[in-house]
């Protein structure tokens, strides 16, 4: 089975600051990176996704990409309290797409 | 609206009794999917389809079912369903799974309780 690693958190920012969460993967064919953010209770919804090394930029959100370190981040500029959600890493595998466990995020007022 | 729809949106059954989660989506997506997640381990794909007549096991098949005869359909069937098959499911689906088509849109989910 192939691996898709978050640190489960909570990680708690204050408003306004950066929120930086990781993911790692084991599968060096992977080629495509996702991010997707879920609310309690809601289905996942996409963020952002990531085919190649460096920075990939929308919004207030920067994934970024390191296959040769098989690392993928995603930055969150000014957070917001309705940021505060699970953040999902996804990985693609073959025809497959593999999850991580997620990472909580809070962000406090 | 483009949407991935999904029924029942909430299920209790018991030990045993064969049930369908039904899952459509309006797209025309090639890929389709179905996950569980649950507590501490997150999403875990059961099955996919990659067009109609073919799927494939994910990571988690065991004791589930699914066909895909119609492009926009792609029922989970559990033959014979045990308590630890309690779970929320999510259906997802895409454009296809080549890169650039991969981004999966997910139904809205069925909380499954089985006794």
């Known amino acids: 089975q192939k691996e898709v690693e978050q640190n489960s958190g909570p990680l708690s920012v204050p408003e306004g600051a950066i929120a930086s969460l990781n993911c790692t993967y084991s599968?060096?064919?992977?080629?495509?990176f996702f991010w997707y953010r879920q609310y309690s209770g809601k289905s996942p919804e996409l963020i952002m996704f990531?085919?190649?090394?460096g920075d990939k930029e929308d919004g207030r959100f920067t994934a970024q990409l390191n296959k040769a370190s098989q690392y993928v981040s995603l930055l969150i500029r000014d957070s917001q309290p309705s940021d505060s959600a699970t953040y999902l890493c996804?990985?693609?595998?073959?025809?497959?797409?593999?999850f991580g466990k997620g990472t909580s995020l809070l962000v406090t007022p | 609206e483009a949407q991935v729809t999904q029924n029942p949106r909430y299920l209790i059954t018991v030990t045993g009794k064969k049930l369908t989660v039904t899952c459509s989506q309006n797209?025309?997506?090639?890929?389709m999917s179905w996950y569980r997640q649950d507590p501490g381990l997150g999403l875990r794909q059961i099955y996919y389809?990659?067009?109609?007549?073919?799927?494939d096991k994910g990571d988690v098949p065991e004791g589930y079912k699914v066909s895909r005869k119609e492009k926009r359909n792609f029922p989970l069937i559990l033959e014979s369903p045990s308590p630890n098959q309690t779970s929320l499911y999510f259906c997802?689906?895409?454009f296809g799974s080549g890169r650039g088509q991969e981004t999966q849109y997910f139904g809205p989910g069925t909380r499954l309780l089985v006794l």
């Open positions: 997802a689906s895409s």
């Open positions: 599968d060096r064919g992977s080629q495509s």
């Open positions: 990531i085919y190649s090394n």
């Open positions: 996804a990985v693609n595998s073959g025809y497959a797409l593999n």
């Open positions: 797209m025309n997506h090639e890929y």
């Open positions: 389809s990659m067009n109609v007549e073919v799927t």
